[in-house]
């Protein structure tokens, strides 16, 4: 039941979010070879501003390649750099902001936009925000986002979780695959950090039955996971594309779509799913924080941003559940998250329902 429900729900595309125009204003940050970019990121390079469509590492911006860069045009000034006192104003909240402006955050660090935002706050919506480094005095900031330095969530406390789990779904394979989404759980303050692991795993925990279930359950809907209208087609054959890992990816859409983001032939090798704990864990947390589904806004946003549980829920199976359509999946999904946050030490939050 709970896979043919992520099944689903994972065959909606995201929707993602208009970016402000580059213009030929001043450049992004400068792209990095050894920095790994998220979907929406933007970054300068050659002379022009790129955005990034999804997870990229080492791939310049350009035209060609996988076509994860979108060319957003030319931009000029050269790429934003700070003062030499560091002497950029303090950050306000409410306050609307452009795309590269700097500001001095509350806890003497410097943050600057990536977006343009009506005054989020830099440490909760690094999805506006990048951290920037100052010169000539002041308070330098790390060089890279806050990221898994280690994860929220003890092998002991995951294995709490997930008292009856296939051994199939490692810690290490999940905390191997981290890397890869470095913002998941890695955002903002300990406790929303917190909150949003018990939600993404208390989700998982729904769809696989406790982390029971690898694959798909219904053999009978296997063939019916290839959409023969995609020009790239089912290379793995049209009952390949079924239900796995703890969101049951599923499609062969999804499947080209993940594995391009996180530089793996899912497309034609979608087995890997199901035989590779770490790249598992890696599917899930693509979808987690890169896909809104029926939802307005990735679960991870949800999550960091404020709009509570409740919403991650509508992001992974709403269409089917929210709005009274099934309110006893959606109380066994917050029962899980109630109690996993409970494991971890926080308060659950606002919104747990949709």
Known sequence: MAAVAAAAAVGTLAVVLPLASASAATCATAWSSATAYTGDTTVSH???NWRAKWWTQ???PSTGGTGVWEDKGTCGGGTTTPTAACDHPAWVAGQFYAVGSIVKYTDGKYYVAEHENP?????????FWEPHTCTGGGTTPPTNPPGNSGFVVSEA???QMFPSRNSFYTYNGLTAALSAYPGFAGTGSDTVKKQEAAAFLANVNHETGGLVHIVEQNTANYPHYCDTGQPYGCPAGQAAYYGRGPVQLSWNFNYKAAGDALGIDLLRNPHLVQQDASVAWKTGLWYWNTQSGPGTMTPHNAMVN???FGETIR????????????????QSRIASYQRFASILGVTPGNNLSC
Not at 119 to 125: A, E, N
Not at 317 to 330: I, K
């Open 315 to 330: 992001s992974i199976n709403g269409s089917l559940e929210c709005g009274g359509r099934n309110p006893a999946q959606v």
């Open 58 to 60: 080492d791939e310049a």
């Open 306 to 308: 404020g709009a509570g």
């Open 119 to 127: 005054g989020y706050d830099p440490v909760i919506s690094t999805w």
């Open 46 to 48: 050659g002379g022009h």
């Open 157 to 159: 406390q995951f294995n």
